[in-house]
């Protein structure tokens, strides 16, 4: 079965911003620096909680220079980090305001709030509390069995912009304290289809996960809006698809800040290679598996081309690092170690913020 989310691997034109971005500004660890595997004259890079529990990962490519992208259909429109509630919630945009970070929200969706914001190339990252979850318009053994509606008032309430501008932490938050700290991972990850029964046959029916809620996308009402997870929907697990007419919403176009892929993780090699083989009878094209150093991988595509991943849990980051050195060198997988000369001046130096967990994991 599927457990949750495992990684987003997003496009990015420098990697020194990026590092910065995310563990200056965000908090994120650098868990590991290391090369694209199919490219290794250019950076991977992996941020996440303490250990890069995966759920928690977000990876960049280093596209140098690259345009950037454009979400649209066969793409992902924006992935969510957790924070525990709202109060947490207007902390950080108090905070990332007064970094000039521009920042929409808190807006309410119902199942949760969330702040909008941009990393350097564009990419949108949302915020997303907790709760109150999916049992505030249905019941646990009901869920996503039925069409539900937001809340008209939610919407008005929404709208209402010098409301939402004016709602935020009432004090400077000059640093990022204990509790701002993202150490829950990511929330959910939400692309955009162009019929979402055929991607609710792929992730539903063929993947396996509960579909948890069926409604509108919030600011755009007349498009579908449905949430597929495990355990209830568990934020950590979800999967999120926005419905759009591809008569008028383009395809995705892939560039700095748009994602490569969303990988969901399986627990071991067997359920990976039972799933591989559903995928191939069900008529998906598969890759083989690929051994990703810190993980196993597999790939296919949803039914709008989006590349999915299904990687191991394990054996994790700390299989050629200490825990408390992650990030801190350039890792090599074994078959390239010998090339470690060559390779090295394609690499712009990276340094990351000493890893401080009392203060920001």
């Not at 969303?262 to 627990?267: E, G, K, R, S």
Request: with cysteine.
């Amino acid at each position: 079965m599927v457990t949750g989310l495992h990684h987003i691997t997003l496009g990015c034109s420098d990697a020194a911003r990026t590092v910065a971005f995310y563990t200056r500004v965000l908090g994120l660890r650098l868990v590991k620096k290391t090369v694209n595997f199919d490219d290794p004259t250019s950076y991977h890079l992996y941020f996440g909680d303490a250990r890069g529990t995966p759920g928690s990962v977000v990876t960049f490519f280093e596209w140098a220079g690259a345009p950037r992208g454009a979400p649209g259909i066969g793409g992902t429109h924006h992935f969510a980090l957790q924070v525990p509630d709202g109060s947490v919630l207007r902390k950080w945009k108090r905070y990332l305001t007064d970094r000039g970070v521009a920042v929409k929200g808190p807006l309410d969706r119902h199942y949760f709030e969330s702040l909008y914001f941009e990393d350097p190339d564009g990419a949108t990252i949302e915020l997303a509390t907790q709760g109150p979850g999916w049992t505030i318009d249905e019941p646990a053994d009901a869920l996503g069995q039925s069409y539900r509606a937001p809340p008209s008032e939610m919407l008005t309430t929404n709208r209402d912009r010098a409301r939402v501008t004016a709602d935020t932490y009432p004090e400077e938050v000059p640093e990022r304290t204990p509790d701002m700290a993202l150490r829950f991972g990511m929330h959910h990850i939400t692309a955009i289809a162009s019929d979402i029964g055929r991607t609710h046959a792929f992730l539903g029916e063929l993947l396996g996960l509960e579909l948890v809620k069926r409604t509108a996308n919030f600011d755009d009402p007349e498009s579908a809006h449905l949430y597929w997870g495990v355990s209830g929907g568990r934020p950590g697990t979800l999967v999120t698809y926005f419905e759009r007419d591809p008569r008028r919403e383009p395809r995705a176009r892939m560039g700095a800040g748009q994602t490569h892929h969303y990988a969901l993780a399986v627990p071991d090699d067997e359920t990976q290679g039972v799933f591989r083989e559903r995928l191939l009878a069900a008529g998906y094209r598969v890759s083989p598996v690929m051994d990703r150093v810190y993980f196993k991988s597999i790939y296919t595509q949803d039914p709008d081309g989006h590349i999915v991943e299904l990687a191991t849990a394990g054996p994790g980051f700390t299989v050629d690092e200490d825990e408390h050195a992650l990030g801190t060198g350039l890792m090599l997988p074994p078959w390239l170690e010998a090339e470690r000369g060559r390779l090295e001046p394609y690499l712009q130096p990276l340094e990351a913020p000493l890893w401080d967990p009392q203060v920001v994991g």
